[in-house]
């Protein structure tokens, strides 16, 4: 099916212990982005990529990298996770900016 | 200071009932989204509008630029309706700003 796909689903993490989320999809999109989902704060971008090789900070980026080898994939990495990383993790990915969005499942995790 | 603001943050409706939801702004924008965040916590992308109103099946999305205003609305609902609906609107400059969602729940 086509769409976007996040894996894992569930993490739990040890602080200081490090992780890569990795989101695909197969629509051929141009733009994906990460965001954080956190009780009572709706949705925040964490970093985001226009294409291929390209990634751009959004508004809550700090302690985390990325990178957007393929098109098809968007990976978000934490390399000492803290509790305050604790969150749902959302990817989404767009044919272009403002455009229609699909979003992937979402990754819960822990930080312990 | 939140860029986005919904109105109301819970909802309870009976089945049938018309909803309205609505969404504030205080950014310029080059357009606005409409999602749905299901119970199981998936995220569906309803609209985007930049002016005027959208259809599609029992739900209408409105905006109005000027007043900074849009409104979703659900004719007919359903317990399947039942989900946190959320307003998001991106400015010229690929910023994005996200409400912290209606949470609507419809009963039989």
């Known amino acids: 099916n086509a769409g976007v796909t996040q894996t894992p689903k569930f993490r739990v993490l040890k602080t200081g212990q490090s992780m890569t989320l990795l989101c695909a999809q197969d629509m051929n999109h141009e733009y994906m982005y990460w965001y954080r989902q956190d009780p009572g704060m709706g949705l925040r971008l964490i970093h985001y990529?226009?294409?291929?090789?390209?990634?751009a900070k959004g508004e809550v980026p700090d302690g985390y990298n990325v990178s957007r080898l393929k098109k098809q994939n968007f990976l978000l990495g934490l390399e000492s996770a803290a509790p305050s990383q604790t969150s749902v993790y959302f990817c989404?990915?767009?044919?272009?900016?403002?455009?229609?969005?699909?979003f992937g499942s979402g990754t819960r995790l822990t930080v312990v | 200071k939140n860029e986005v603001e919904q109105s109301p943050q819970n909802l309870t409706a009976q089945e049938g009932e018309f909803i309205t939801i609505n969404c504030s702004y205080s950014?310029?924008?080059?357009?606005l989204h409409w999602l749905q965040q299901h119970p199981g916590g998936g995220i569906v992308s309803l609209f985007m509008?930049?002016?005027g109103k959208k259809k599609h099946g029992r739900l209408i999305a409105t905006i109005n630029i000027q007043e900074k205003h849009s409104s979703l609305h659900i004719t007919a609902s359903h317990p399947r309706d039942s989900a946190v609906y959320i307003c998001?609107?991106?400015?010229?400059?690929?910023?994005?700003?996200f409400g912290t969602g209606t949470s609507l729940t419809v009963i039989p």
């Open positions: 990529s226009v294409g291929e090789g390209t990634t």
């Open positions: 989404a990915s767009g044919a272009r900016f403002n455009y229609g969005y699909t």
């Open positions: 509008l930049s002016s």
């Open positions: 998001a609107v991106h400015n010229t400059g690929n910023q994005f700003y």
């Open positions: 950014v310029g924008i080059s357009a």
